[in-house]
């Protein structure tokens, strides 16, 4: 969700010390998984609110000006590969805040509903909800590139 591993290991270690500081609040010992979850998940969107940009975005246009064969230089489709991902970029800042979020952490971080409503602190059906939101006005928005 960060974009890079020195990142991630940041927020990690954040959200493991604030975990320490918070192991009073666990009620339930069994949870743990999913409060450290939610932990995480939280200190990640923080972290991402302070650049104001997504790095898994970037790195897919870093990706799209990469051909997939080394061997194959093709400026044609390098620019629309960037062309696409800037359009995507646009796409993803004009929904709304909360739909953004669980559509990224739907499709960059492969999380399920329940991980995301953990994350998030929101039901499942909210999440279900967004990301169909989500989905419907970026297939609107994004449609001259299918």
Request: hydrophobic share 40%.
């Amino acid at each position: 969700m960060t974009g890079t591993l020195a990142d991630a290991d940041d927020v990690v270690q954040e959200s493991l010390m604030q975990a320490w500081e918070q192991l009073d609040n666990l009620r339930d010992p069994a949870a743990v998984k999913s409060w450290l979850l939610r932990i995480v998940g939280t200190r990640s969107i923080d972290h991402l609110r302070k650049r104001r940009n997504h790095v898994a975005l970037d790195e897919a246009e870093t990706l799209a000006d990469a051909p997939s064969d080394p061997r194959i230089q093709d400026p044609e489709s390098t620019a629309v590969n960037a062309s696409r991902v800037d359009a995507l970029k646009s796409a993803l800042q004009r929904l709304p805040e909360e739909q953004r979020r669980c559509w990224v952490l739907k499709e960059f971080n492969d999380l399920s509903y329940e991980e995301i409503a953990l994350t998030l602190n929101i039901s499942p059906d909210s999440v279900r909800g967004r990301l169909a939101r989500a989905r419907t006005a970026l297939a609107r928005t994004m449609e001259e590139w299918r």
